[in-house]
T-cell receptor, first 111, second 117 residues
Framework: DQQVKQNSPSLSVQEGRISILNCDYT??????FLWYKKYPAEGPTFLISISSIKDKNEDGRFTVFLNKSAKHLSLHIVPSQPGDSAVYFC??????????FGQGTTLQVKP | GAGVSQSPSNKVTEKGKDVELRCDPISGHTALYWYRQSLGQGLEFLIYFQGNSAPDKSGLPSDRFSAERTGGSVSTLTIQRTQQEDSAVYLCASSLAPVAGNTDTQYFGPGTRLTVL
């Protein structure tokens, strides 16, 4: 039972353009969502989060949008840079604070 | 300051052998999590320690897996009689403490890549 889903395993965009990474969830009890970024041979690092009381949270080039009725969130990166190339995971905290992750989307930003 | 460290970074073992993976969390973090990432998969929760509370073992895939946390700091994940399907990257994370309804940011170590031949 995949409670957090990232249906696009990969995404390729041109430098300077917008990257949009999508995430869907099934559990309507989730009230907080996080995005993590992972480079090869490194652990995931926290990128940005959003509470369910908001529909948007912005931090520099990164914006996360939440559509609760659709159980959908997205991460926008604009402008995309080659250093943004990584695997992006969306996650939601389950009980006890453990994170439930999606499968990840590999973003490649081409110079 | 120092982040989460894990050792070894890579481990190759033969099927049927036991392995121990170590995690040193960030000093002062009371919550410690183990996850694993199998090839092409997302991160899968394994076990969670919070202070002196009983650990949440709900994610352990079989009784061959166990973990302990000594002195509220270092944690060891043990896999007995390893199988090829245990091959994965095992990640440890720590946080200050989960807050009801939200979560404190989890800081991840670099992981241990386990290969079972």
């Amino acid at each position: 039972d995949q409670q957090v889903k990232q249906n696009s395993p990969s995404l390729s965009v041109q430098e300077g353009r917008i990257s949009i990474l999508n995430c869907d969830y099934t559990n309507s009890m989730f009230d907080y969502f996080l995005w993590y970024k992972k480079y090869p041979a490194e652990g995931p690092t926290f990128l940005i989060s959003i509470s369910s009381i908001k529909d948007k949270n912005e931090d520099g080039r990164f914006t996360v949008f939440l559509n609760k009725s659709a159980k959908h969130l997205s991460l926008h990166i604009v402008p995309s840079q080659p250093g943004d190339s990584a695997v992006y995971f969306c996650a939601a905290p389950g009980n006890t604070g453990k994170l439930i992750f999606g499968q990840g989307t590999t973003l490649q930003v081409k110079p | 300051g120092a982040g989460v460290s894990q050792s070894p970074s890579n481990k190759v073992t033969e099927k049927g052998k036991d392995v121990e993976l170590r995690c040193d969390p960030i000093s002062g973090h009371t919550a410690l999590y183990w996850y694993r990432q199998s090839l092409g998969q997302g991160l899968e929760f394994l076990i969670y320690f919070q202070g002196n509370s009983a650990p949440d073992k709900s994610g352990l895939p079989s009784d061959r897996f166990s973990a302990e946390r000594t002195g509220g700091s270092v944690s060891t994940l043990t896999i007995q009689r390893t199988q090829q399907e245990d091959s994965a990257v095992y990640l440890c994370a720590s946080s200050l403490a989960p807050v009801a309804g939200n979560t404190d940011t989890q800081y991840f170590g670099p992981g241990t890549r386990l290969t079972v031949l």
